[in-house]
């Protein structure tokens, strides 16, 4: 009787001496010892993806979906608050009711996008490349540059996905804590660097802490370490208003990934890009698949950076609302963490309460307490004055209701 320690439910199963004997007798020698036993009746995963653990997306949207009478709001994502602007709509129904089905595959290399991108980012289109939301990018760099045992240096707490996919490469990574984790420090993460480092991933402005390096401290990370790709990760840059894109004609080491994810509300349809020298570039082309961007995408971002008039307004809105929450929290004795991105922090006491109240009060938000030096802290996206504002008064009945705030109406 042999026990498949990956079915723990199911019943023992005999091997059969046939079964045995068409087995290679060194695996057979192994599962006796005990070892690999998980393996013994599948194909084995690759070395590098055997330690990992999958990516656990934690996702309100079942909560949401139980209960469709509620008003929601769904801040744990750092997603867009409002819908795309009405002119993408259009032209995505546009290209549904064209000659042009979805029975044909996109546009190979993101042709027409490419394009209009050039004049969003500055440089021509060999200078870019788009990819199945700025993750497929991330991922495809680590794809390209990671030998198993490179080092991957990043300051820590950051976007964890992108950790996953280096580690998915055998690559080991060496985070880096700030003794303050909210301060930037170049000086710190440059002493870091070391022969061995192939990729220092940086997201500007951070998730979820939000620290910001400014372009002089990039391009000194960029100089200082020149047989290392510089990873600038660009997801929230629309709101921070500072982009090291500027920086890509000077260094072939430094990539900047960007997303149509969060300030330009298509996260569903997952489209990104990323910027970098035509040298660069076509090293990544290697593994580059150019039919990985679905039509619709495609479509939707182009008509996106036709209307930026719109999302501009948004960025500058959700300014507002961060400004008003941290009135809010300061007048409430809260304590607040502005960020230059479109989430911010806030720290209490019993934060799991807290999120769970908030939850169950139709406010989704993201427990970040269990990174070190987040203790008590969530993080929320914040959206337009009007949502910031009812969320305000959600917050203020679920803290009434704990018992961490007087009542207003008392
Ligand atoms: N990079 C960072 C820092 C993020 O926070 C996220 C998503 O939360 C992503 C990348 C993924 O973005 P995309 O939707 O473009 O794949």
């Given amino acids: 009787m042999w026990f498949d320690p990956a079915s723990p439910g199911k019943e023992p199963r005999m091997l059969t001496g046939e079964t045995m004997s068409a087995r290679p007798a060194k695996k057979i020698q192994e599962t006796r010892k005990g070892m690999r036993l998980i393996d013994r ?9 055997r330690d990992i653990q999958p990516y656990e997306p934690v996702s309100s949207l079942p909560r949401m979906t139980e209960r469709p009478e509620m008003e929601h709001f769904k801040l744990d994502w750092n997603e867009s608050t409002i819908p795309p602007s009405p002119h993408v709509r259009k032209a995505v129904l546009a290209y549904l009711d064209g000659p042009v089905g979805l029975n044909i595959y996109p546009q190979l290399f993101s042709t027409d996008l490419r394009l209009k991108l050039q004049t969003h980012v500055g440089y021509p ?17 680590c794809k390209t540059y990671l ?3 490179d080092r991957v240096l990043s300051p820590y707490p950051t976007y964890t996905h992108f950790l996953l996919f280096a580690k998915s490469r055998g690559a080991v990574i060496d985070k880096l804590h700030f003794n303050d984790p909210f301060a930037a420090d170049m000086e710190e993460l440059i002493a870091q660097v070391t022969d061995q480092t192939k990729i220092v991933y940086v997201v500007n402005p951070n998730n979820p802490t939000g620290q910001l390096f400014t372009n002089e401290e ?31 004609g000077g260094y072939e080491n430094i990539i900047v990934t960007r997303s149509f994810s969060k300030a330009y509300g298509l996260a569903g349809l997952r489209v990104g890009y990323l910027v970098t020298q035509p040298y660069t570039s076509r090293q990544l082309g290697r593994l580059y ?20 008039d719109y999302y501009r307004r948004y960025i500058d809105e959700v300014g507002e609302s961060k400004e008003l929450l941290a009135r809010w929290c300061e007048h409430n004795g809260l304590d607040f963490r502005n960020t230059p991105a479109n989430f911010v922090m806030i720290r209490v006491e019993r934060v799991k309460d807290v999120v769970e109240a908030l939850a169950e009060a139709g406010v989704y938000v993201r427990d970040r307490s269990s990174f070190p030096q987040l203790e ?11 949502q910031t504002s009812r969320i305000i008064r959600r917050f203020e009945r679920v803290l009434v209701n704990l018992g961490m705030m007087e009542s207003k109406h008392d």
Avoid: W
């Fill in 218 to 248: 990039i391009e000194k990370l960029a100089q200082s370490a020149p047989h290392a790709v510089i990873l600038v990760d660009e997801a929230y840059a629309e709101f921070a208003g500072v982009s090291a894109v500027d920086l890509v």
């Fill in 289 to 308: 698949n150019p039919k990985s961007v679905n039509q619709l995408a495609q479509v939707a971002a182009g008509a996106v950076l036709e209307d930026m």
């Fill in 147 to 149: 030998n198993p045992g």
């Fill in 125 to 141: 289109a060999d200078h870019i490349l788009v990819t199945n939301g700025s993750d497929d990018a991330l991922d495809l760099i």
């Fill in 41 to 49: 009746f599948r194909p084995e995963v690759a070395e590098t993806t």
């Fill in 376 to 386: 008590g802290c969530f993080r929320l996206n914040v959206g337009t004055v009007e």
